[in-house]
Each structure stands twice: as C-alpha cells, then as structure tokens.
C-alpha cells in the first residue's frame, strides 16, 4: 500500500498490536511500510485464521492471541504501534475497542486505522458494498458480530474523540482491478453463492438466496469495483 508506505517508511514500528487481525494480512502491510519492527501481537476473537498466520510468519517476531479487541488484557502503555484494519466495524463497541487501543499505546505512538468506509461510492463501487452487506447479514445469522460499513465521516469522529495530539487520514482506491474482467466477477459470484452455501441449514437462507440472485446479476450489469478505505494515522 503506496500511502503507507510513504507515511512509514522512515519510522521503527517498535511493538506492534494489530487488533482483529485474522491471519495478520495487516501486520505484513505494516511491516513492509516501516523501517523496521521489534515485535508484532496479532489479536482476534476468532484463532480461524491464526495456521495460516503462523506458518505466514514462521520464525518471525510475530505472536497470534485470541483476545476481545474490547477487553486488551495489555499494560497500559506498552506498544508503540497500535492498528486496526478492516475490524471497526466488526466491533461490538467500537469506542470501547479505541479506548483500549488508546490505554496500550505508549505517549507518542501510533495509531493506524484502515477501514473501508460506505458513502459517496461510484455504482461498481456499490457492488462491493452490497457484498459486503450480504457478508454482513450472513455472518449474523450465524451470531459473529459484524456491521454495516461506516461512512467516512463516522471513521473521523471515532478518531476525533480518541484525543489523538495529532492525525493525518488519506483515501485509498484499490485500482489493482478492472471493474468489467468477467474472470473478477465471476470470483466475486463465487464468493456470493460459498457465503450463501455456508448458512444453507439456518432459518435465513431463502431470503438470502434471493438477494445472493440480484447481487449476482448486478456484478454482471454494472461491474465491481472496491469500495474506498481510509487511512488514518495518529499520534498520541
Ligand atoms: C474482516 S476481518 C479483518 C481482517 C484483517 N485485519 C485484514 O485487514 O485483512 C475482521 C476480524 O474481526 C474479528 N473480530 C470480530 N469481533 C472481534 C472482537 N470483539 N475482538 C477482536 N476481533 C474481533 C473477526 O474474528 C475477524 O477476524
């Protein structure tokens, strides 16, 4: 990610916690950004993803931990990096999982937020927030915690009330894809039709698959498009 990079590379990462880290995808975008790192703390509700993880960044300063990102059980002050990507939205309570990134962090460090936001987003942009909303409504009827995308604005007033000294927030569009590429689309179909298998047995299904139909047939009318994420990064 060009934006990160050009903002991190002069910068140690010192002790990173990314919070909802999944596999750590976000840790390895930090850890080719900055200069350097000592050690990186992934945590997650969820270890799904933490073999993949540890075999990504075997015999490297990387720990997994499953952990509520709402409840750290951290020192106060004791990373110089905090990082959430893609998780705000996953949070039960986002301003209580930002005060505890906020306590973790030591005076000085850095706060990074990536998060895809909804609002002011092209039609094949729209796309891809309906599939996330279909994600999002799959993932609730199998009980995980996972909301609507904010809007940009709502990202901001979250890094606002944290009472960050400083912060600096750029927009990142995804231009790795052409919106029309039929191989593309027809992975996102796929994605569609595997979330939809994935709650065949629950009450929510027929309903779904009727939506899993219209989103379908919209990739194949207007295209995809990744929607905008944003950027933020503060210090305390
Ligand atoms: C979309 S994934 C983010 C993946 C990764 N950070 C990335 O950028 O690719 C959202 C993650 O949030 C996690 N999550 C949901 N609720 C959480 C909580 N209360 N505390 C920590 N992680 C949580 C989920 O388990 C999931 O792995």
Redesign the pocket.
Known sequence: MDILKSKLKELSGGKIL?????GG??VDDMKSAFKDYDKAIG????D??FDEGRQKFAGEPVEFIV????NLTFDDESFDTVS????MH???DIGK?FAEMYRVLKPGGLFII?EVCSGDLTEKQKSDELRHHFKVKVDRAKG??HNYTLEKQEILNYADNLGLASYEHFDFHCTECDPEEQDKIAEREKDIDDMLDSIKDYPEYEVLKIEAKQIKQRFRDIGYECATNLIVIGRK
């Open positions: 990314d919070v909802a880290t999944q995808s976000f945590i997650d509700i969820s799904k993803k952990m509520d990102g709402c959430i990507s893609n998780g996953h949070m039960p999982a990536y995980e915690s």
